[in-house]
């Protein structure tokens, strides 16, 4: 049966549903659905029909330099052979934004989100408070600076050991060119505070598959403080005529500070770079990505994409057993991923209402030397967005 907490929650989204006349209103629904054929992504494939509704609510009351938005969302996720797995995501936010010259602003705000799962997975549950400032500031027509920095603070219903604080400052440049090709330079520094002191080597196991075990190795009865670099190059141009264009990316990650703590045994869900899952502390990578659309006849939009990441682990690589490997090795992953989308959006009332229908087709191939994370998956997604 559903938990009060859940009931609580689909009650509350509910009553944010009511019908609202007012042009101030922002209101988006979507409801998909993927066919898994290794929905929790591991060397042990599940297959599952995997369902996603998003709701998203928002008030916007608009000044000549000020504007304010209230909004909240909600995401259920559900499985149909797994239904113990499912879980709720709510989200609140209530930002402010001074409008500048140019098209520029600088906004801030709070947000506040929580996990809701039901009670054999409660070990997942967590909630959360982050708190943000960005800014976009056009330099000239062809140069435009965009920085911020946010705080958050998460805690966990059951794992203690991994309550933090997060501190992320990021900026980055933006240049179009006339020709019609953008590039982006972005930087992004990540710095992770665990609040909980732990000794040296401790070993938490819980149990689950491959045991649930949280180590540290970090220096003797210290908090844990973890660090992480991120530089990204972004380019998009339109080639052949102006409705085809490509994009390609380039992303480097570092890290300083202590190691993270890690997470072991834990299955992975449609959210999996996490705390829990796939901590992005918890590695380094070269990343890189390429993407071309090309809008079709009824204004249908096909995208195809390829993506590739080598990430190196600082944690020791495990057989299936969940012993290290002989060697010592550190765990070491090729990810790979392709994919294609088609999208067609309708205008269906006079008042702006549109519909956005969309199906997505996936290939994920994680190659690795730890037995558990090494896996294939494909998913095969079909969708539809209402935008009121």
């Not at 922002?26 to 509704?53: C, Y």
């Not at 304010?68 to 709720?88: C, P, Q, T, W």
């Not at 997942?124 to 603070?153: C, I, Q, R, W």
Request: aromatic letters at 12%.
């Amino acid at each position: 049966m559903i938990s009060e907490r859940i009931l609580f929650t689909i009650i509350l989204l509910a009553g944010f549903c009511r019908p609202v006349l007012a042009a101030e209103w922002q209101t988006k629904a979507s409801v998909s659905g993927s066919i898994e054929d290794n929905v929790f992504r591991n060397s042990s494939p599940e297959k599952d029909l995997m369902s996603e509704v998003d709701l998203h609510v928002g008030y916007a009351w608009d000044w000549e330099k000020w504007s304010v938005l209230a909004s909240y969302e909600g995401k259920y996720i559900s499985f149909m052979d797994h239904a113990d797995r499912n879980y709720l995501l709510p989200q609140i936010t209530l930002a402010a934004q001074r409008n500048l010259e140019k098209k520029g602003w600088v906004s801030s705000g709070l947000r506040a989100r929580t996990r809701i799962d039901r009670d054999s997975y409660g070990l997942y549950d967590y909630h959360e408070v982050v708190g943000f400032v960005d800014a976009k500031l056009p330099m000239n027509d062809h140069l435009t600076l965009l920085a911020g920095y946010s705080l958050s603070n998460r805690r966990y219903a059951e794992l203690e050991e991994l309550d933090n604080l997060e501190h992320q400052l990021y900026w980055g440049l933006q240049m179009p060119l006339e020709s019609g090709t953008n590039i982006g330079v972005y930087s992004e520094l990540g710095y992770k505070q665990y609040l909980s002191p732990l000794d040296k080597g401790t070993t938490i196991v819980r149990q689950g598959s491959r045991g649930r075990k949280i180590v540290t190795t970090d220096a003797n009865s210290e908090f844990t403080n973890v660090g992480q670099w991120v530089n990204s190059l972004n380019l998009s141009t339109p080639v052949i005529d102006d409705k085809t264009g490509i994009r390609v990316y380039a992303k480097y990650r570092i890290n300083f500070g202590d190691s993270n703590l890690l997470v072991s045994g834990l299955s992975a869900d449609h959210y999996s770079e996490n705390d829990l899952f796939d901590d992005r502390y918890g590695y380094e990578s070269r990343e890189f990505g390429a993407m071309v659309s090309r809008t079709l006849l009824y204004a249908v939009t096909a995208r195809v994409g390829y993506d590739y990441a080598i990430k190196d682990y600082t944690e020791t690589a495990l057989d299936l057993l969940g012993n290290p490997l002989l060697t010592g090795s550190e765990r070491s992953d090729n990810f790979r991923r392709m994919w294609a989308r088609i999208e067609k959006t309708v205008l269906i009332s006079g008042k702006g209402t549109q519909l956005r229908l969309y199906g997505e087709y996936q290939k994920i191939w994680n190659g690795s030397n730890d037995a558990f994370h090494h896996y294939n998956a494909v998913s095969t997604t079909a969708g539809v967005e209402l935008v009121f």
